[in-house]
Each structure stands twice: as C-alpha cells, then as structure tokens.
C-alpha cells in the first residue's frame, strides 16, 4: 500500500497512517488520497493490533489484490468531511460502529500542530506479518 501510495503522490517519504488523526492530517489533507474499500468489520489500525489478525490481513490482502481496496483522489466534500467529522474519512467508517465526533472538537483536537513524532509511519506491511 505503501509503494502505491508514493507512486500516486510522487512522495517517496508517503506512507500510510494508522493513527486515526494521522490518517486525516498526513493522507487524506496533506497528500489528497484516501483509501477506499476497506470493510467495515475490520477496524482500522496498525495491522498488528487487527483481531482475528492472519483472517483479516488475508481479507484484506484479497481485497487490495483484486483492487476493491484501493486509493483515490480526495474530493472537495472530502476535505471538508475530514475537517468538520474527521472520523467520518476514515477507512472502514460507520456510524453504527464509531462515535461520531462533534465538530466542535475540531477547533480542540486539530493535529495540524502535532509533531511528526506524534504520527508514527504506519508499521508492518500486511505481507510481512503474513510472511
């Protein structure tokens, strides 16, 4: 996923975050991708920390191979979703299974001012946990 995303951006340094705030702020605002198809019964996280972890990297693997889980261009209304309800741009969203965050908590939790030590590169790829 990584590869992809510096080939879409031409950002060598582009990796994905999996940090929900890191997501937002260093994919979706600062490099205009999202990623898109990703199940809503897999939460989205480091793969590490993903229950039934070999079943849903393997889901997940199938679903990036046959291009259902995939990036794409960022749209207007997503920028602006990703500043007003930041949550609602993350993979995999659904109101049934996220709260929902106010979009007065914008003003109070923005982390466009948070170090990059805050948001860590995304960790292992899913074909090094799969081996």
């Known amino acids: 996923m990584n590869t992809t995303l510096r ?20 994919v979706v605002l600062t490099l205009n991708y999202k990623l898109v198809g990703w199940p809503k019964d897999i939460p989205y996280r480091r793969f590490g920390n993903i229950p039934r972890r070999e079943q849903s990297l393997r889901r997940l693997l199938a ?14 209304s997503d920028r602006i979703a990703a500043k007003l309800r930041p949550k609602t741009i993350i993979p995999g969203y659904s109101p049934a299974t996220r709260e929902v ?12 001012h948070l170090p990059q030590a805050l948001c860590p590169s995304g960790g292992p790829s899913v074909s090094g946990i799969l081996g």
């Not at 965050?101 to 466009?112: G, I, Q, R, T």
């Open 101 to 112: 965050e106010p979009v007065v908590s914008l003003v109070h939790s923005s982390s466009a």
């Open 7 to 26: 080939e879409l951006t031409g950002n060598r340094r582009a990796s994905l975050r999996y940090i929900e705030h890191c997501y937002v702020e260093r």
């Open 63 to 76: 679903l990036w191979d046959s291009g259902e889980l995939h990036f794409e261009p960022v749209t207007a």
